[in-house]
C-alpha cells in the first residue's frame, strides 16, 4: 500500500520519504507505538518503497514486487515473531535470521526483516543480533517494532534509528474501521474507546459498548444537583474496578470532546450514532462550561490512574457535572 494510505503519522513518514529519495536509509530501525497504531503497516511499506521497481519514494502497489508484498509473499522479506506457544523469541530463530540475510536476495536490491515484537527477544538473542545491527550482511534493512523500547537492551537500542509512533486519533480509527468494511454504526461506537490503536477497535464488542453507552449517557442526562441522589447512584452504578471506571471516564471524554465540537460549530463528531443525546449534552451548558467539564473529566482519569479511589473520583465528578454553572 502507499504511504498516503497510512493515517495519523505523516511527520514520519515525510522523514522516511526523505531518506528513501536521497538514499540514506537507516540499516535499523526501531518503531516504537502501541500495538495497532500503524507501525507494522508502515514497516512494510517502507520495505515495499525499497523494493518498489516503479518509484523511488513510495510503493506504486502494481509492480510484481508490491504486489507479491501486500499478498505477504515476497521472499526476501523475514519476519520474525515468537513462535507458537512460546513466549520468547529465539537465539535459534534469530541465528536462522542471520543465515537468510546472508544469502543473496532472491528479486529484490537487498533483504529485509521485522522482528515483532522486539522485546520479547531473549537476552542471548539480543546479543547475537548485535553485530548485525552494525553491519547488516548484504545491506540489510532490519527494523524492530516494540510498544516499549525501554524494555530492550540499551545496546540494541543505540544501534537502530528510534521513531516514536503516536497512539491514532478516534478520527482515524474511525475511518481505517469504515476502511476494513466496519458497518459505520459499529466503528462509531468502538472508535472513541480504542486508545488509538485499530487492532484494540477490531476486539472490543460493539454490542456491549451499545448498551454501556445507552446506561451511561441516561445516567449522566439525569444528574441533578437538587437530587443529589442522581449523583451517587450514577456514581454507584457505573464505577467498578478501576479499568472499568477508566473505560467510563474514556467514554465521557469523548462525548464532551464531541459536544465541545459542536458547541464550536462543527458538525464532525465521533459518537455519531448517538448524535441526539452528545446535542443535549452541547446545548444544556455553555461552550467554555463544556471545556471546563473536558478538563475536570481529564483530571478525573489522571487521578484514578494514580490509584485514587474510583467510586469517591466519580462522586466528586458527577457533582461538578450535575452543579448548574452556565
Ligand atoms: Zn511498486
Redesign the pocket.
Given at each position: 500500500m502507499p504511504f498516503a494510505d497510512i493515517l495519523g503519522h505523516d511527520r514520519i513518514i515525510e522523514v522516511l520519504r526523505r531518506s528513501l529519495r536521497s538514499g540514506k536509509t537507516a540499516h535499523s530501525y526501531l518503531f516504537e507505538g502501541i500495538p495497532g497504531c500503524g507501525r507494522r503497516k508502515t514497516a512494510l511499506t517502507l520495505i515495499?518503497?525499497l523494493?518498489?521497481?516503479?518509484?523511488a519514494d513510495d510503493?506504486?502497489?502494481?509492480?510484481?514486487?508490491?504486489?507479491k508484498i501486500d499478498a505477504g509473499n515476497h521472499p526476501d522479506i523475514h519476519l520474525v515473531a515468537p513462535l507458537p506457544d512460546k513466549r520468547d523469541i529465539s537465539i535459534e530463530q534469530l541465528r536462522d535470521l542471520q543465515h537468510e540475510l546472508a544469502l543473496r536476495p532472491y528479486e529484490a536490491p537487498r533483504k529485509a526483516c521485522i522482528i515483532d515484537p522486539a522485546e520479547r527477544m531473549s537476552v542471548s538473542a539480543a546479543n547475537s543480533l548485535l553485530k548485525t545491527l552494525e553491519e547488516p550482511p548484504g545491506d540489510a534493512l532490519i527494523i524492530l517494532l516494540t510498544e516499549n523500547a525501554g524494555m530492550l537492551l540499551s545496546t540494541v537500542r543505540s544501534r537502530c534509528q528510534l521513531i516514536r509512533f503516536a497512539p491514532l486519533s478516534p478520527e482515524h480509527v474511525l475511518t481505517l474501521l469504515e476502511r476494513n468494511g466496519m458497518e459505520p454504526e459499529a466503528a462509531a461506537l468502538v472508535a472513541p474507546m480504542s486508545g488509538g490503536s485499530l487492532k484494540r477497535a477490531l476486539e472490543l464488542d460493539n454490542e456491549a459498548l451499545a448498551v454501556r453507552r445507552e446506561a451511561v449517557l441516561s445516567r449522566v442526562g439525569q444528574l441533578n444537583i437538587n437530587r443529589i441522589a442522581t449523583v451517587f447512584d450514577a456514581a454507584e452504578e457505573l464505577s467498578g474496578n478501576r479499568d472499568a471506571t477508566l473505560e467510563l471516564l474514556d467514554m465521557l471524554l469523548s462525548f464532551y470532546r464531541d459536544a465541545v465540537h459542536l458547541g464550536a460549530g462543527s458538525g464532525e463528531i465521533v459518537n455519531r450514532s448517538a448524535r441526539a443525546a452528545i446535542e443535549s449534552i452541547a446545548t444544556r451548558r455553555s461552550l467554555p462550561r463544556n471545556l471546563e467539564l473536558l478538563e475536570h473529566i481529564y483530571e478525573t482519569r489522571r487521578s484514578v490512574q494514580r490509584n485514587a479511589n474510583p467510586k469517591l473520583a466519580l462522586d466528586q465528578l458527577f457533582m461538578t457535572m450535575a452543579d448548574g454553572g452556565r
Open positions: 515495499q518503497a523494493f518498489c521497481t516503479a518509484l510503493a506504486c502497489g502494481v509492480c510484481p514486487s508490491c504486489r
